[in-house]
């Protein structure tokens, strides 16, 4: 734990520097395009099919969910070969360098979230949660999907750089199906169960059920989810510890 929090506490100070507002950009850059894109949207003043919920509310609740799994997977394709150097201390490990990244990309985006939502329910803007617990819930899964295929999609970077350059198409192709800008009620019977074949649009709907309420029809599979993203973490930490050999010879 101490290795991963001085590993983070550089990559803060690589990143962002000690200057101006130093590491506060953690949480305001994140926050900054949400409230850019739920500008937008409140100009656009669409959120589909006719639902009368709150536009504000419906961005917020959508696009932190975007910047979770984008940021921690980004910036986990790039963790080991910048940081190569770092790993000739005996005590500093290749999973430590994802662990890291992992860790302040979910404290960046989840304090974004929080500051954000508490700053708008205060002056008024949106209602509060309807139920903080579920909120929580499926916050907590998307963060696990996201380390997970993190750790995947990174060890994976490792032994081709190709890999890292389809994903960023890869993840453009994977907004639809996140289940952030479209409510999985919303979709024909179809397309909702290919949707929610992927583990995103299931976190996604119990943490917009949890803020919204009664007010949608929520579709998500808890125990699939978890099943899931277990597989996902088991194959993420096999190719981690494979890259770490081939490191190390």
């Known amino acids: 734990m101490r290795v991963v929090f001085a590993l983070t506490m550089r990559e803060i100070i690589t990143r962002y520097g000690r200057h101006n507002i130093g590491f506060a950009w953690l949480f305001a850059e994140p926050m900054l395009f949400t409230v850019g894109i739920a500008a937008l949207w409140n ?39 910048p940081n190569a150097a770092l790993l000739f201390h005996r005590n500093v490990r290749v999973i ?38 579920n909120m929580a819930a499926g916050w907590v899964l998307l963060c696990w999907y996201s380390a997970a295929l993190g750790l995947l999609i990174g060890g994976l970077c490792e032994y081709s750089e190709l890999v890292e350059r ?32 992927f583990p995103a649009p299931n976190c996604v709907e119990l943490f917009r059920y949890g803020y919204f309420g009664s007010q949608i029809t929520p579709y998500y599979d808890v ?6 993203c277990a597989f996902l973490t088991w194959i993420g930490l096999a190719v ?10």
């Open 43 to 81: 100009l656009l003043h669409e959120t589909g099919q006719g639902h009368e919920i709150n536009v504000t509310a419906f961005a917020v609740t959508s696009y932190s969910t975007v910047l979770v799994w984008r940021n921690t997977i980004g910036r986990c394709t790039l963790a080991v070969e």
């Open 96 to 133: 430590d360098l994802f662990f890291a990244r992992i860790t302040l990309e979910i404290v960046g985006t989840t304090l974004s979230m929080l500051v954000l939502t508490s700053t708008l329910i205060a002056i008024g803007i949106i209602d509060p949660p309807a139920d903080v617990l």
């Open 166 to 197: 389809l994903w960023h198409p890869i993840s453009y192709f994977q907004l639809p199906v996140s289940g952030a800008f479209v409510m999985a009620s919303w979709l024909p019977p179809n397309l909702r169960d290919i949707a929610m074949l």
């Open 223 to 228: 125990p699939y989810t978890i099943m899931v």
């Open 240 to 249: 981690v510890r494979d890259v770490s050999t081939r490191v190390e010879h």
